[in-house]
């Protein structure tokens, strides 16, 4: 089945050490995304990709980053995680272009930031 | 800027009863609104999604709503299930871009 997969599904790191999350898709959509979820909030939009366009959210910090190598892949790069980075992190991707623009989402990627 | 809410926060309800979840938003300047469902500790799972032209979808045993100059939405889930325990969000595209923004959840608990 075609579908969004974020690896790791869990991530320990210690304060301060660098954190990549990866997310690849089998659907070909051309727009991924990124979301923080915080325990019982709404998911948090970072940033998303359009193509290899790159639109970062203006609330977003700049030690989230991110790389779109190719249509498949996205990552999240967190340069020195603390310990209000501890999320999970969200993988979306949608098609635009259809009429019928669903956003399908991965599984998920818990960070614990020690 | 959007913002979406939902009410309730949380909902504890005996099998088999019907009911409803609300979705507000503040810009009725949207392209489409989604459903989602989302188990504890995992990602979200689509479940509806409403075209700003349309006003209501169906699947199974759920039927959104849409009234978008009022800014609401509305998911009905009929003959509640157990196994229906779970978080529901709803998010909104605007009308341009390719944000979708989501309210907070309201967290859903079907007592057999």
């Known amino acids: 089945d075609a579908m969004v997969i974020q690896n790791p599904r869990y991530q320990v790191t210690q304060f301060g050490k660098p954190v990549t999350l990866s997310c690849s898709q089998t659907?070909?959509?051309?727009?991924m995304y990124w979301y923080q979820q915080k325990s019982s909030q709404a998911p948090k939009l970072l940033f998303h990709y359009y193509d290899k366009d790159f639109n970062n959210e203006a609330d977003t910090p700049d030690n989230f980053q991110s790389r779109r190598p190719n249509t498949s892949f996205c990552f999240l790069d967190i340069r020195s995680p603390g310990l209000g980075d501890a999320a999970m992190y969200l993988c979306?991707?949608?098609?635009?272009?259809?009429?019928?623009?669903?956003?399908?989402f991965g599984a998920g990627s818990r960070l614990t930031v020690l | 800027k959007q913002e979406v809410t939902q009410i309730p926060a949380a909902l504890s309800v005996p099998e088999g009863e019907n009911l409803v979840l609300n979705c507000s938003f503040t810009?009725?300047?949207?392209?489409?609104l989604q459903w989602f469902r989302q188990d504890p500790g995992k990602g979200l799972t689509s479940l509806l999604l409403?075209?700003?032209?349309?006003r209501e979808q169906t699947s199974g045993r759920l039927n959104a709503s849409l009234d978008k100059s009022s800014g609401r939405s509305t998911l009905y889930i009929a003959a509640s299930q157990p196994g229906d325990s779970a978080t529901y969000l709803c998010a909104v595209r605007r009308s341009y871009g390719q944000n979708f923004v989501f309210g907070p959840g309201t967290r859903l608990s079907v007592l057999p």
């Open positions: 810009d009725s300047a949207i392209y489409n």
């Open positions: 979306a991707t949608s098609r635009d272009g259809l009429t019928a623009n669903v956003l399908t």
């Open positions: 659907l070909n959509h051309n727009v």
């Open positions: 409403i075209q700003s032209s349309q």
